[in-house]
């Protein structure tokens, strides 16, 4: 079982910066990709930014230029840092990991830090 833990989420005013981190704990073996991943209010979860563990990243148009997803796969972190933030940043954000294991794929979630954005 993996642990994913966030942390840094808050509110802002529009223009402002925030940084997110996720820590990964547990029986890990070969984390592969991890991630970001948003749900607003009333709306599907989405994907934010993807990193693979040799740093091949993956953005949502959205946030291309003013987010940066970082990692550091010794420490089993990943980083968003968010800048030139919007209102319609505003959602719950989600760490994401992934580990293949042979031909299993395995998903984890952490619980969410919650990023409000005001104008």
């Known amino acids: 079982q993996v642990q994913l833990v966030e942390s840094g989420g808050g509110l802002v005013q529009a223009g402002e910066s925030l940084k997110l981190s996720c820590a990964a704990s547990g029986s890990i073996r070969s984390l592969n990709a991890m991630g970001w991943y948003r749900q607003a209010p009333g709306k599907q979860r989405e994907l934010v930014a993807t990193?693979?563990?040799?740093?091949?990243?993956n953005y949502a148009d959205s946030v291309k230029g003013r987010f940066t997803i970082s990692r550091d796969n010794a420490k089993n972190t990943v980083t968003l840092q968010m800048n030139s933030l919007k209102p319609e940043d505003t959602a719950v954000y989600y760490c994401?990991?992934?580990?293949?294991?042979?031909?299993?794929?395995?998903?984890?979630w952490g619980q969410g830090t919650q990023v409000t954005v005001s104008s």
């Open positions: 994401n990991a992934v580990s293949v294991i042979g031909n299993v794929k395995f998903i984890y």
């Open positions: 990193i693979t563990n040799g740093g091949r990243t």
